[in-house]
């Protein structure tokens, strides 16, 4: 069964960190681009960052650029995210999602975890 | 204030059809066909029901459609069932500054 599943969420202070972690299994890792996308309480989906198979190409939404590094380690079938200063608008629910195509980029994610809750307040 | 835009909520009775349109500008959805779109439940993650615009995932029920005009994209639900009721989220490649938006969702009521 294809499957991500997230970890690392939290209760974090402002200016604090936190690393999430994201296990795929099911299908090969190494091959797919994969994402970050978040959901701040009851509210709509917001892109974060994305990587490639290789780890070529790294983006990041402007509102994350400069605190949060995105990185994976496909012998390990995980995908990383690396936060750091973080604000109370940081606090959502971060999802890691594969993109649909193999190699690609920008296509859509057909495959999500479930989520992990990083809650930043003081 | 979400980069795509998309009606609050929209709503319909079971067998009707509903449409979603998600505007954007010349920069993401005018200029690529690279719009999906995902459904989401509460309390759960979001689904791909559509992606390039207009293709459906495998298992993705044919009652789903998408397409696009200039700046717009639809999403068109046909034959509703209470199952369909959730939110909706389009989303499009943006180029290489902005990468992805996404729409700020529409709560789909079947009633």
Redesign the interface.
């Known amino acids: 069964e294809v499957q991500l599943v997230e970890s690392g969420g939290g209760l974090v202070k402002p200016g604090g960190s936190l690393r999430l972690s994201c296990a795929a299994s099911g299908f090969t890792f190494s091959s797919y681009s994969m ?1 970050w ?1 978040r959901q701040a309480p009851g509210k ?4 974060v960052s ?1 990587i490639s198979s290789s780890s070529s190409y790294i ?1 990041y ?2 509102s994350v650029k400069g605190r949060f590094t995105i990185s994976r380690d496909n012998a390990k079938n995980s995908l990383y995210l690396q936060m750091n200063s973080l604000r109370a608008e940081d606090t959502a629910v971060y ?1 890691c ?1 594969r993109d ?1 195509v193999r190699g690609s980029l ?5 495959v ?4 992990t809750t990083v809650t930043v307040s003081s | 204030q979400s980069a795509l835009t998309q009606p609050a909520s929209v709503s319909g009775s079971p067998g009707q059809s509903i449409t979603i349109s998600c505007t954007g500008t010349s920069s993401d959805v005018g200029s690529y066909n690279l719009v999906s779109w995902y459904q989401q439940h509460p309390g759960k993650a979001p689904k791909l029901m559509i992606y390039e615009v207009s293709k459906r995932p495998s298992g993705v029920s044919n009652r789903f459609s998408g397409s696009k005009s200039g700046n717009t994209a639809s999403l068109t639900i046909s034959g509703l069932q209470a199952e369909d009721e959730a939110d909706y989220y389009c989303c499009s490649y943006a180029g290489s500054s902005t990468h992805v938006v996404f729409g700020g969702g529409t709560k789909l009521t079947v009633l």
């Open positions: 994402n996308v709509g989906l917001e892109w994305s983006y939404a402007d999802y999602a649909l920008w296509f859509g994610m057909d999500w975890g479930k989520g």
